[in-house]
């Protein structure tokens, strides 16, 4: 006979309280010496200490309370069959509200640039979260649709942005023509990665993937007759509304609509210009999952023994992979060239790749709407505490860690193929071999 819902909560109310209590006490023994005595070397160099036990009390009570909003947390959003100890009202609230974070969250993006239209830095901010959006959706589709470790994305990112800035600068073609010749180049350079890589799987994988960002980065450097290497370019083209370009001069687009310039202009038009880009990707990452091909990559995914077993050309499953997430890494480098007017091989490190992969992997592998929230969370987050140079990377590694632990998947975690079949149904036993379906 199973226990009654209220046996069942308490039992695991106490579960938390025990594990809050053994996280405080080990947060005692850990912290005690490290903050709870203070030591320094006197005058004659005798040794002097004193205790803070305030702040040690502090520390303590913080490790108490944050383990048991941890355990909580996972209550709320644990696997199925686990001990719910939130009331079924919050429950439900919680789900209405996973369902409208995705339309809120677009509509509030919609109107930053009418909320925030005086506040330059709120826009910029907004058009770094967008670039990284949609550069942790173009590795999604690496990584989160087709399974493959990616370590080098940087390296696509930097071939659109020097594609658009050097076609513009030496032949004088408008953000237009050279955005899509952006992506075609940088899908070509994926497909060349793709070739040497078909064999390889895991840690091997990223390990190459990893040495092809750096060649990419090397080749920049190095090759100062186009490049320009370690001077970067200067003088990149911005883009233009249809031609006509978002300048002060008369022939510009403030003077031809009869209002005044104004700076602010030209910032607006390139956080819809991201924008539109990110969902163009999202739109069309969103498709890919429906068609063949994306069914291909989520079966690579999961068993490439199996994948290959129905019949699936793993070779061109893995170059598609690559050619459509490098093409979307080619029109955000595209539109990074334009927006900065100043590209340098200092723009497309590893720690580049690295957080793109971080937003991917902490977001939710294959989780749109993760991807979203986890670059709004990084990047706004390394804002946040930009004036705390000491403990930024502190808190981010924090919380890094404790996402790890609260949700091993991802923000979001999101690995349900596109297609399934919603109920079982049973197979006739002339279809199989035991006789019985």
């Known amino acids: 006979m199973s226990a009654s819902p209220q046996a069942s909560r308490a039992a695991g109310a ?4 025990k594990k809050a209590v053994i996280s405080a006490l080990v947060a005692l023994v850990l912290f005690s010496l490290m903050i709870g005595v203070r030591t320094e070397a006197g005058p004659q160099g005798q040794l002097i200490y004193w205790t803070r036990l305030g702040d040690l009390a502090a520390v303590v009570a913080a490790v108490f309370g944050g383990s048991i909003v941890v355990e909580l947390l996972r209550q709320w959003w644990g696997p199925v069959g686990t001990v719910k100890i939130v009331p079924p009202s919050v429950q439900k609230a919680l789900g209405v509200a996973r369902r409208g974070i995705a339309p809120v969250l677009l509509i509030f993006t919609f109107l ?6 005086d506040e330059r830095y709120i826009l910029d901010l907004g058009i770094l979260v967008l670039t990284y959006v949609m550069l942790g959706w173009g590795l999604n589709v690496v990584v989160g649709l087709a399974g493959l470790l990616d370590l080098g994305y940087v390296a696509f990112y930097a071939v659109g942005a020097y594609s658009y800035a050097l076609l513009a600068t030496n032949f004088g073609l408008s953000f237009w023509v050279c955005l899509p010749l952006a992506g075609i180049l940088a899908a070509f350079w994926g497909v060349l990665l793709g070739f040497p890589v078909l064999r390889l799987r895991g840690d091997y994988l990223a390990i190459v993937t990893l ?9 920049i450097i190095n090759w100062q007759s186009l490049t320009g290497g370690p001077n970067g370019v200067t003088g990149i083209p911005r883009p233009t509304l249809f031609g006509i370009p978002l300048t002060p001069g008369e022939d510009g687009l403030a003077a031809r609509l009869g209002i005044e310039f104004s700076p602010t202009h030209r910032i607006v038009f390139l956080f819809y210009l991201i924008l539109a880009l990110a969902l163009l990707t999202n739109w069309v990452t969103i498709r890919l999952r429906r068609l063949p091909i ?3 990559w989520e079966a690579l995914r999961e068993d490439e023994v199996a994948c290959r077993a129905l019949g699936i050309n793993t070779t061109t499953t893995k170059l598609t992979a690559f050619a ?23 723009s497309f490190t590893f720690q580049e790749s690295a957080l793109v992969l971080a937003i991917v992997v902490l977001g939710g592998m294959g989780s749109q709407l993760g991807v979203a929230l986890a670059a709004l969370a990084m990047i706004g987050g390394f804002e946040l505490f930009r004036g705390l140079d000491q403990y930024r990377m502190l808190v981010f ?5 404790l996402l790890m632990i609260w949700r091993p998947r991802g923000l979001i975690g999101h690995r349900a193929p596109t297609v399934f079949l919603e109920r079982n149904q049973v197979i006739s036993s002339d279809l199989v071999k035991e006789g019985h379906g």
């Open 211 to 219: 040495a092809f960002g750096e060649i990419i980065r090397l080749v």
């Open 112 to 117: 930053v640039p009418v909320i925030f239209y």
């Open 294 to 296: 994306g069914r291909a």
């Open 14 to 17: 106490a579960f938390i309280f």
């Open 397 to 401: 590694g924090l919380a890094m860690v």
């Open 324 to 346: 459509t997430g490098a093409m979307f890494g080619g029109f955000a480098g595209a539109f990074f060239a334009t927006r900065q007017g100043f590209i340098s091989p200092e």
